[in-house]
Nanobody, 122 residues
Framework: QVQLVESGGGLVQAGGSLRLSCAAS????????MGWFRQAPGKEREFVAT????????YYTDSVKGRFTISRDNAKNTVYLQMNSLKPEDTAVYYC???????????????WGQGTQVTVSS
């Protein structure tokens, strides 16, 4: 069992940066691939990025490539999402999630955090 708690969201101007953190409880964190998803009002939850259990493999959705970076520190049981050059269309609730592999489908993730709001003003 893994429990996930996101933090680091907030209000930022377009072009600014935020770093989201996702702290995990449980000794098995390092065995899970981790992902970040987001959901804007009136839209479906969408994949943002994922990272393998050892950090050696990462994938991103096209709209964030070159702007967002996913990373993890297994010693701290934490996964991060560094978001640079933020745009108003990045506004959403961001969720971290745990899975057995680096999937892009939310249906394949077992564990979810409660989400953190990111708002980018123009």
């Amino acid at each position: 069992q893994v429990q996930l708690v996101e933090s680091g969201g907030g209000l930022v101007q377009a072009g600014g940066s935020l770093r989201l953190s996702c702290a995990a409880s449980g000794r098995t964190f390092s065995s899970y691939a981790m992902g970040w998803f987001r959901q804007a009002p009136g839209k479906e939850r969408e994949f943002v990025a994922t990272i393998s259990w050892n950090g050696g493999t990462t994938y991103y959705t096209d709209s964030v490539k070159g702007r967002f970076t996913i990373s993890r520190d297994n010693a701290k049981n934490t996964v991060y999402l560094q978001m640079n050059s933020l745009k108003p269309e990045d506004t959403a609730v961001y969720y971290c999630a745990g899975s057995s592999n680096t999937y892009s489908s939310s249906r394949l993730y077992e564990y979810w955090g409660q989400g953190t709001q990111v708002t980018v003003s123009s």
